[in-house]
Nanobody, 131 residues
Framework: QVQLVESGGGLVQAGGSLRLSCIVS????????MGWFRQAPGKEREGVAA????????YYADSVNGRFTISRDKVKNTVYLQMNSLNPEDTATYYC????????????????????????WGQGTQVTVSS
């Protein structure tokens, strides 16, 4: 059974930092690209960051570039999202996702229809940034 379990969300003041983690089990971690997505109330899910299987390719949404950093640890089967300089617009539920095709996770290629074809999703962790 494949599981993606996110953690690390919470309430933080504007300008603060959080690090999200996503522990992956039930699949061969090194075979999958990983991505982070977010969805605010009343809005569509959007891509935030994506990382290839060997960490050789990394992509960010323009809205987080320079503030967020995605990374992965093949020993711990975990993908991380370090979020700095948070602002209230970053408030959302954050999801991690796994797919063998990096293109399905790249923020620039993300569309609403992409959600159904991504292989695996986590349940999400809430991030709230107060002003």
């Amino acid at each position: 059974q494949v599981q993606l379990v996110e953690s690390g969300g919470g309430l933080v003041q504007a300008g603060g930092s959080l690090r999200l983690s996503c522990i992956v089990s039930g699949l061969r971690f090194v075979d999958y690209a990983m991505g982070w997505f977010r969805q605010a109330p009343g809005k569509e899910r959007e891509g935030v960051a994506a990382i290839s299987q060997r960490s050789g390719s990394i992509y960010y949404a323009d809205s987080v570039n320079g503030r967020f950093t995605i990374s992965r640890d093949k020993v711990k089967n975990t993908v991380y999202l370090q979020m700095n300089s948070l602002n209230p617009e970053d408030t959302a539920t954050y999801y991690c996702a796994a797919d063998t095709l990096l293109g399905r996770l790249r923020p620039a290629y993300w569309t609403t229809g992409s959600r159904a074809v991504v292989a695996f999703w986590g349940q999400g962790t809430q991030v709230t940034v107060s002003s």
